[in-house]
C-alpha cells in the first residue's frame, strides 16, 4: 500500500516567538522642514531615480530642508549593504532617512 504524507511547509514567523528582536519605533519629527534628510542607495538599478524623484518631492513640500546621500558602503555589485559606522552616522546626521532598493 502506497502513503501519502501531507507536510504543511509553513513556519512560525520569528517575529511572532520570543526569540525576535524588539525595538521601539523611531521618534517622528513634526515636520521635515529646515530638518536633514538622508537618501540612501545600495546601488540596485532604478534606486538611484526613485530616490531623485523622492528628493524633488520633498523639496517641494519642505523647501529649507537640506539633504545628504549615502551610498551602501559594504558588499559588491548589486548586493551591497551599509556598515554599522554609516547607519550610526545615517543617525546623527538626519532626523529621516529614505532607503531606496529597487530592481
Not at 41 to 66: F, V
Request: aromatic residues 8%; charged residues 20%; positive net charge.
Amino acid at each position: 500500500m502506497v502513503e501519502l504524507r501531507i507536510v504543511n511547509p509553513i513556519a512560525e514567523a520569528k517575529a511572532a516567538t520570543s526569540q525576535a528582536n524588539r525595538f521601539s519605533p523611531a521618534s517622528r519629527p513634526a515636520t521635515l522642514d529646515g530638518k536633514t534628510i538622508g537618501l540612501f542607495w545600495n546601488s540596485k538599478a532604478g534606486g538611484e531615480i526613485g530616490l531623485a524623484r523622492t528628493k524633488e518631492q520633498l523639496q517641494r513640500l519642505y523647501p529649507t530642508s537640506h539633504f545628504r546621500d549615502y551610498f551602501a558602503e559594504l558588499g559588491v555589485a548589486f548586493v551591497r549593504r551599509a556598515s554599522i559606522t554609516q547607519l550610526d552616522r545615517m543617525a546623527a546626521e538626519c532626523v529621516a532617512v529614505v532607503g531606496a532598493t529597487a530592481d
